[in-house]
């Protein structure tokens, strides 16, 4: 019924694992610059890690024991959106000036999203019509998320970093032509997810660079001023 594999199911929890571990650090990040955000960024990444344990989950279901439980198949993009917006937003507010509402631009924002996903369904009648903008949301989400690390990275000048979390963008560029690819031969489905696991790799690497440059950099501020007092 799916061209996909075991091997392929297995395979895709390789990404949500490094994917996890990314969003670890990243609210890890976010805490230490400023954890007025926290709450936000940690909602924004349970979303999106539930979102690649369920896709995952279901593929293993299906190859498994043959089941193919509609909801989880459809979750993706539902999960992935609404958290890639919250992380956008609550690091928005970390690393440039803080949003005054950022709670109620996320809200509004993401309000708006479901407004049109359901006028496509109900009122147009397309088939699938909160796809696209779910999709688009999700993108957009992890671009403005990819792009704000990699100005935070330039602007420290930790080049290696910046490398890593450019070629992560890239990937963000790549594969919403490959989701919205149907059908999907078998050797497209393992592009897709070597792809993911690289973007995801080079995500996690590039936020745990960060986070390090930035604790020591705010532990070099600290001790600079606390020997200019020490002088007075």
Known sequence: MYDFSLALALYNLLPVAVTGLAL??????VRDRDDTQLAMAR????????AGVVKASWKLLVVTLGMDIPWLAAALFPLLGPGFA??????????????????????????LVAVVAVARVELLGVARGWFLPLLTLASL???ALSA??????????????????AADLAVVLILPSLAITDPKPVSLHWTEQSLTLFG??????????LWRATRRATIRARQARLRQRARH
Do not use: D, E, I, N
């Open 86 to 111: 919250l992380l956008a937003v609550a690091l928005w507010s970390t690393v440039r000036p803080p949003l005054r509402h950022p709670w109620r631009l996320a809200l509004g924002g993401l309000a």
């Open 24 to 29: 670890w650090w990243l609210t890890g990040y």
């Open 43 to 50: 909602l924004g990444a349970v979303l999106v890690f539930a």
């Open 200 to 209: 995801a790799a080079c995500f996690a690497l590039g936020v745990r660079g």
């Open 141 to 143: 989400g992890k671009l």
């Open 148 to 165: 704000l690390l990699l100005t935070a990275a330039l602007r420290l000048r930790r080049w290696g970093v910046g490398l890593l979390l």
